[in-house]
């Protein structure tokens, strides 16, 4: 089994910066890459960043320029420094995972952390 563990949520105002955190564990041959979804109340979930193994990254263009997705390989865990945020940045941000182990190459999800940028 294989466990993804966000932190790093919270409240900030807006023009305030955050970082999440992702940790995969559990049973990994390989990590093919990993990425940041969100969902607003009332929206469909959408890709915010993602990474590949190798380091290219992919961001919306919502972000681009104010967020910044990193990942670290010893520890299987994956950042998103998120910075000059907006309102319309509030979310759930889903941890994101596609992952080789015993089972085959399978998508793994977080159980999510809350952003909420408001004065």
């Known amino acids: 089994q294989v466990q993804l563990v966000e932190s790093g949520g919270g409240l900030v105002q807006p023009g305030g910066s955050l970082r999440l955190s992702c940790a995969a564990s559990g049973n990994i041959f390989r990590i093919n890459n990993m990425g940041w979804y969100r969902q607003a109340p009332g929206k469909q979930r959408e890709l915010v960043a993602t990474i590949i193994t190798g380091g290219s990254t992919n961001y919306a263009d919502s972000v681009k320029g104010r967020f910044s997705i990193s990942g670290d390989n010893a520890k299987n865990t994956v950042y998103l420094q998120m910075n000059s945020l907006k309102p319309e940045d509030t979310a759930v941000y889903y941890c994101?995972?596609?992952?080789?182990?015993?089972?085959?190459?399978?998508?793994?999800w977080g159980r999510g952390t809350q952003v909420t940028v408001s004065s």
């Open positions: 994101n995972a596609d992952i080789r182990n015993l089972l085959g190459n399978r998508v793994y």
